[in-house]
Nanobody, 124 residues
Framework: QVQLVESGGGLVQAGGSLRLSCAAS?????????MGWFRQAPGKEREFVAS????????DYADSVKGRFTISRDNAKNTVYLQMNSLKPEDMAVYYC????????????????WGQGTQVTVSS
């Protein structure tokens, strides 16, 4: 069982930046897993944001964040990151990381071991 803990959320003005982290806890090692980020705004479905393969050599993004967000990983630190630049009010949501069981898929059912989420608030 992979246990994931997100951090780095907060309040930022539109146009600002945040970097989210997703760390595997305890004796969990995520270096062999593809990983991903989703987000969920109030009253909306949880939606795919980005994913990265096990080595970090391949990434995938939702159209809504391409060119603004960057997913990366440091397997030595057992951590996945989401750098978010040029934030918009519509990016405001709870952000979750998860293990991607089928890299290349953006379907929620292909992700599991969800973390508890971290809130990102963007003021206009």
């Amino acid at each position: 069982q992979v246990q994931l803990v997100e951090s780095g959320g907060g309040l930022v003005q539109a146009g600002g930046s945040l970097r989210l982290s997703c760390a595997a806890s305890g004796r969990t090692f995520i270096s062999s897993y593809a990983m991903g980020w989703f987000r969920q705004a109030p009253g909306k479905e949880r939606e795919f944001v980005a994913s990265i393969n096990w080595s970090g050599g391949s990434t995938d993004y939702a159209d809504s964040v391409k060119g603004r967000f960057t997913i990366s990983r440091d397997n030595a630190k057992n951590t996945v990151y989401l750098q978010m630049n040029s934030l918009k009010p519509e990016d405001m949501a709870v952000y979750y990381c998860a293990v991607n069981r089928r890299y290349g898929s953006s379907r929620r059912n292909d992700f599991d071991n969800w973390g508890q989420g971290t809130q990102v608030t963007v003021s206009s």
